[in-house]
């Protein structure tokens, strides 16, 4: 190789070395991922003392009035804004959380609700007929049944249990006991989140009563108790779904 070919490797590899490296672009924190509510869809407020309709999508916006839990369908005007995200509640690594949605509720009031205590679902605010319980008609308003009742072995202790499909992919177990009854709803993958699902079965199985939320760390589990400790509620996550388990005492 000739001596000015030589040179000309070495002045482009000193180049090379000296030229300033490319500018590392910064990641830039992702905003809150919020759901989108369909303008023209139906809402419902599972917030056992009402939600407070406000004048601006802000937990410091006038009030205009109280939305009950009574199952009354709420119009959504505006969906909300995925950048104006309030916390209501925090338990372990969960959140209660959502944007502010424009409503119209049946008596022809506009304002802003709170996201995190609405659901697609109308809330179970009459006591279910026959031998059903909460859990059971309120999740047939959900996903149609598939098939029957089918008994399955005791566990756990249990003199006997049953469990019922849903159409869905729901599975919904019951385990009766001498001293009160144990109901397991397993929920499919993408249908609730484990903080939806907190707030729509807390109302479903505690109504009114006053409630502790906790969080224990080894289990993994979102743990809801009432005042007088006759009634449980435990959540937890494995792997997409959302496992319930629902505890009374006689």
Known sequence: MSKPTLLFLFLALFACKNEPAAPVATPQPEAPKVAKVPVGSKVYAHAVNGLVLRQTPSADGAKLGNVPFNGSPLEVLVSPDPANVYVAETIGP?????????????????????????????????????????????????????????????????????????????????????????????????????????VVFRSLWFGKHNTTTTYNEPTKTVMVLDADGYQALELKMEKDSVMLKFQSAD
């Open 94 to 198: 969960y959140e209660v959380k959502g944007g502010w949605v424009k409503v119209r509720t049946s008596e022809n009031k506009e304002g802003y609700l709170f996201e995190g205590y609405l659901s697609r679902y109308a809330p179970l605010v009459k006591e279910p007929e026959g031998t059903l319980s909460s859990i059971e008609a309120f999740y047939q308003t959900v996903s149609a049944l598939k098939g029957k009742p089918e008994p399955v072995p005791a566990k756990n202790g249990a003199m006997e249990g049953s469990m019922q499909r849903y159409a869905d992919g729901a599975r919904y177990e019951l385990e009766f006991y001498e001293g009160g009854v144990t109901h397991n709803l397993v929920l499919p993958p993408g249908v609730f989140t484990l903080p939806e699902a907190l």
